[in-house]
């Protein structure tokens, strides 16, 4: 089974517009985090933002925020005011901490592009 | 270092061949993960080592591939006698503990 789920292959949002590219994740643990990544074109890969498990409040940076619903084991992110630099590879990921083997494990990606 | 360094950046090589790529990660991070990625595809996961823990080879595809890490710090990962589906994105990444993901460009490698 996909531990990491990333339905949307593509995905398209209008400049300064918000938009919400969902990752939905299955796990037994009660202790486990979870990671957003931005790949441009350029193949770099770029840490956004994070969500542990234990945490109560919804993770922010700056115009990213991740809705977290740990009942419907779902961690989408919002992007605020997109701007043409947004357009990219967008991935999800998921840590667990089972026996100490703490691997990241990706989504396929969502690719958003931004319309001027 | 500044970041993590993989080489070669790129590496062409003939079906058959083995090839060695080498990453060295931020100065002090105790993880080092490899994965792998083809063209428009996701990061799929090889291996990933902890400290002195013993690595977690569970996302090897085959017994062609290997990896080590000396001293804890650089990794090497071999593919020997390559073949064309092969030809991908080598990823590495390195982290403190059970922190982010700092990523290196990556070694793209094509098999003729």
């Known amino acids: 089974a996909q531990k990491i789920t990333q339905t949307q292959p593509g995905m398209f949002v209008q400049e300064k517009e918000a938009v919400t590219l969902d990752c939905t994740y299955d796990t037994s643990d009660q202790s486990y985090g979870l990671f957003w990544y931005k790949q441009p074109s350029s193949g770099e890969m770029i840490f956004l933002i994070y969500?542990?498990?234990?945490?109560?409040q919804n993770a922010t940076e700056g115009r990213y925020s991740l809705n977290f619903q740990k009942a419907r084991k779902s961690a989408n992110l919002v992007i605020s005011a997109s701007q043409l630099g947004d357009s990219a590879m967008y991935f999800c990921?998921?840590?667990?901490?089972?026996?100490?083997?703490?691997?990241?494990?990706f989504g396929s990606g969502t690719r958003l592009l931004v319309r001027p | 270092g500044a970041g993590v360094s993989q080489s070669p950046s790129n590496k062409v090589t003939e079906k058959g061949k083995d090839v060695e790529l080498r990453c060295d990660p931020i100065?002090?991070?105790?993880?080092l993960y490899w994965y792998r990625q083809s063209l428009g595809q996701g990061l799929e996961f090889l291996i990933y080592?902890?400290?002195?823990?013993?690595?977690?080879k569970s996302g090897l595809p085959s017994d062609r591939f290997s990896a080590e890490r000396t001293g804890g710090s650089v990794s090497t990962l071999t593919i020997q006698r390559t073949q064309q589906e092969d030809s991908a994105v080598y990823l590495c990444?390195?982290?403190?503990?059970?922190?982010?993901?700092?990523f290196g460009e990556g070694s793209r490698l094509t098999v003729l």
């Open positions: 969500q542990g498990s234990y945490d109560e």
């Open positions: 100065s002090g991070h105790t993880a």
């Open positions: 990921a998921m840590r667990e901490g089972r026996d100490s083997s703490y691997k990241l494990i």
């Open positions: 990444a390195s982290s403190l503990s059970a922190g982010e993901l700092f």
């Open positions: 080592f902890q400290g002195n823990s013993a690595p977690d």
